[in-house]
């Protein structure tokens, strides 16, 4: 079984010290860090490129999970891997642009992790083909595109159609991961949870990431949790 990983994405951080914020996350007790690259073209909504995250691998300790929200991974892959994220990946709603399988293969041939993410509305069965040249799935419990979104539990049953279908990698869930979802998630097997607005809008992020960890790992334990189950399925 994959470990727990709790992944804080830094589209919820304050840009204006973002060093503090990544130190922050990592003191508290992250386990990676997931970045948010959006184009204005997939998603409706910019956010950075390969510039800022080459300055977040400089001031970082902990893994780079970056989330190409990109119409053209292609043309880009390279310079974000040259910027140094441990992990890419990208989504097969792109599939029409290029050769999905090859671009698997060359970032791992790179001596980096793949990953594949589906936006709610598309069926994991898309991945079929690809389960053998992952190391991830990262799958949207948001429309991608904005933080803050509530958590959508029509989303869980994808977990185990991963799992049926042969993918033995990790599985990822992104959008709405909170305090009150996380347990859902994990009893369908996700083990690597996204979370911005509740690590980065919690006072106490080293309580907030801990009370995620146990939350998902009681959760994985076959739900014999005697907390937090009471109010999954809400965002908050
Ligand atoms: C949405 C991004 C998510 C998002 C998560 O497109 O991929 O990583 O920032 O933010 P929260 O946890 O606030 O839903
Ligand atoms: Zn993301």
Redesign the pocket.
């Known amino acids: 079984m994959h470990p727990v990983r709790i992944a804080p994405?830094?589209?919820?951080a304050d840009f204006t010290t973002l060093r503090d914020e990544v130190q922050s996350v990592e003191r508290a007790g992250c386990d990676w860090l997931?970045l948010?690259v959006?184009d204005g073209h997939f998603?409706p909504?910019l956010t950075f490129g390969p510039f800022i995250v080459a300055a977040i691998k400089k001031c970082a300790s902990k893994p780079l999970d970056v989330?190409l929200?990109i119409s053209d991974p292609w043309q880009y892959a390279d310079a974000f891997l040259d910027a140094g994220s441990d992990l890419l990946t990208f989504h097969i709603e792109v599939e029409d642009g290029g050769d999905v399988g090859a671009l698997l293969k060359h970032i791992r041939s790179r001596g980096k992790q793949a990953g594949l993410?589906v936006q709610p509305d598309t069926p994991v069965e898309r991945l079929r083909p690809f389960v053998n040249d992952l190391d991830l799935v990262?799958i949207?419990?948001?429309?991608?595109?904005?933080?803050?979104?509530k958590?959508m539990t029509s989303v869980l049953p994808k977990v185990q159609e991963l799992r049926a279908m042969g993918f033995a990698g990790e599985i990822s869930m992104?959008?709405?991961?909170?305090a009150g979802t996380i347990a859902d998630s994990a009893a369908a097997g996700t083990n690597v949870f996204?979370?911005?607005?509740?690590?980065?809008?919690a006072d106490d992020r080293v309580a907030r990431i801990a009370e995620l960890r146990q939350l998902a790992m009681r959760a994985r334990d076959g739900g014999r949790a005697d907390t937090g189950r009471a109010s999954s399925g809400s965002?908050s």
């Open positions: 994405s830094l589209l919820a997931h948010d959006m998603v909504n989330h929200m993410s990262l949207m419990s948001v429309f991608a595109g904005f933080g803050g979104q958590f992104d959008g709405g991961i909170a996204v979370a911005g607005t509740a690590v980065f809008g965002a």
